[in-house]
């Protein structure tokens, strides 16, 4: 359970927040520090589907599993949004949007499934989309350069980032939504 090979590849997830950190403390240029900070977060955004994946296919899932995985994935948006701040390439309003969700929505979570709610605020394709979209913007704002020579990474990282913040906001009012007729049967 704890250390199953999909398992094993979300821990991946969360040890490489601090690989991905330290990167831009290396004493290499920036160019080469961005390009290593935006392999690593791609490989290991990577294993988000490839724990799945495996966990289904070789019939490993477990409890703790489901419990890890988000908590892996909300680590690392969040710390690589705190990085991209950091070096002044995402606003601190998206940031504060996206993590805020997730806290909201995570803390929503644990109380649905406490009062026997859990399934109103099931996983949507809204939240999936949403992932995507963040798995999609941080890479771009991590390489921040000119893609292939063409694709300036810091503009669409930001178009996306911001979509991402919409998503967001969209995808947290679902949520609430679903869960207010529950809150206000247990409320009463």
């Given at each position: 359970?704890?250390?199953?090979?999909?398992?094993?590849l979300?821990w991946?997830?969360?040890?490489?927040?601090?690989?991905?950190?330290?990167?831009?403390?290396?004493?290499l240029d920036?160019?080469?520090?961005n390009?290593?900070?935006?392999?690593?977060?791609?490989?290991?955004?990577l294993?988000?589907?490839?724990?799945?994946?495996?966990?289904?296919?070789?019939?490993?899932?477990s409890?703790?599993?489901?419990?890890?995985?988000?908590?892996a994935?909300?680590?690392?948006?969040?710390a690589s949004?705190l990085?991209?701040?950091?070096?002044?390439r995402?606003?601190?309003?998206?940031?504060?949007?996206?993590?805020?969700?997730?806290?909201?929505?995570?803390?929503l979570?644990?109380?649905?499934?406490?009062?026997?709610?859990?399934?109103?605020?099931?996983?949507?394709m809204?939240?999936k989309?949403?992932?995507?979209?963040?798995?999609?913007?941080?890479?771009?704002?991590?390489?921040?350069?000119?893609l292939?020579?063409?694709?300036?990474?810091?503009?669409?990282?930001?178009?996306?980032i911001?979509?991402a913040a919409?998503l967001?906001?969209w995808?947290?009012?679902?949520?609430?939504?679903?869960?207010?007729?529950?809150?206000?049967?247990?409320?009463?």
């Open positions: 359970m704890f250390f199953t090979l999909p398992t094993l979300t991946a997830r969360i040890i490489a927040i601090p690989l991905i950190v330290g990167v831009f403390y290396l004493p920036a160019a080469t520090r390009l290593i900070a935006t392999v690593m977060f791609v490989v290991f955004a294993t988000d589907w490839a724990d799945g994946y495996l966990a289904r296919k070789l019939n490993q899932t409890s703790f599993g489901a419990f890890l995985d988000p908590v994935d909300k680590f690392l948006v969040c949004l990085v991209l701040v950091h070096l002044d995402a606003d601190v309003f998206v940031a504060l949007i996206i993590i805020g969700r997730e806290i909201a929505i995570s803390a979570r644990e109380w649905m499934a406490q009062i026997g709610a859990s399934r109103s605020v099931a996983v949507h809204l939240g989309v949403k992932t995507t979209v963040q798995m999609v913007a941080i890479p771009f704002l991590l390489y921040d350069g000119a292939f020579g063409l694709v300036d990474t810091r503009l669409w990282g930001n178009v996306l911001w979509i919409v967001t906001v995808s947290m009012v679902y949520y609430l939504q679903r869960a207010l007729p529950e809150i206000r049967a247990k409320v009463k």
